[in-house]
């Protein structure tokens, strides 16, 4: 029979162009925020963070944007790399006792 | 490489069998945590234990029963599943339990699949 899987949206960019990936997060009380990315048959690898209190934070090649009022975070990468596809998930520390909820996922695809 | 090391990487076993996932981390964490990923539902959270004891057992099916021994290693150990429990199984642990706003690094998971 058919299989049903989690549909991921999907980016797919060109080498060299910049990527935007989005997320909405579920809880207005999260203070903490994550991007992880995931490839093919490894965990989770942590990329950047930011708290509430920012609105904005730069890493090697990454930018992380935090929209409070509409619950928006983004991820951007610049000159993206082949290197660059995975699956990028969000985290939120709203679960109880603070644990982490984490988003659906968008798969990056690179172009070469 | 993370810091967090889960053994083995591939598990087949049935129905019937007992097995156990282990989880290793040397980075002084105090907080581990086990998430189940599968291809039908976002990453989910299974357990949390902080500082040894269990804080967290998120409705998670008692044929999985995690231990702790000490801040360092997180089993769990599996029993009676059913195939819907194939999935990718992660360890993670943080420094502290994740309120105080410090990021989760994730072992390479146990691809578990129950025939």
């Known amino acids: 029979g058919e299989s049903v899987g989690l549909h991921l949206p999907t980016l797919s960019v060109q080498e060299g162009d910049n990527s935007i990936i989005n997320c909405a997060y579920s809880n207005s009380a999260s203070d903490y925020f994550i991007w992880y990315k995931q490839e093919s048959g490894k965990g989770p690898q942590f990329i950047i963070d930011i708290r509430s209190n920012m609105d904005k934070r730069q890493g090697q090649r990454v930018t992380v944007l935090l929209n409070k009022t509409v619950k928006h975070l983004s991820l951007q990468i610049a000159a993206t790399q082949p290197g660059d596809s995975a699956v990028y998930f969000c985290?939120?520390?709203?679960?109880?006792?603070?644990?982490?909820?984490f988003g659906k996922g968008t798969k990056l695809s690179v172009k070469p | 490489e993370t810091g967090v090391t889960q053994t083995p990487r591939h598990l087949v076993m049935g129905m019937t069998n007992k097995k156990s996932l282990k989880c290793e981390q040397h980075l002084g964490h105090n907080a581990m945590y086990w998430y189940k990923q599968s291809a039908k539902k976002p990453l989910e959270l299974m357990f949390v234990y902080n500082f040894k004891e269990q804080t967290e057992n998120n409705s998670v099916p008692s044929r999985f029963s995690p231990e702790c021994p000490n801040s360092s290693h997180l089993f769990l150990h599996l029993h009676t599943l059913q195939p819907e429990d194939s999935a990718l199984y992660l360890c993670?642990?943080?420094?502290?339990?994740?309120?105080?706003?410090?990021?989760?690094?994730f072992g390479q998971g146990t691809r578990l699949t129950v025939v």
């Open positions: 993670a642990s943080s420094q502290a339990t994740l309120t105080r706003g410090t990021e989760a690094f």
């Open positions: 985290a939120e520390n709203g679960g109880s006792q603070g644990n982490l909820i």
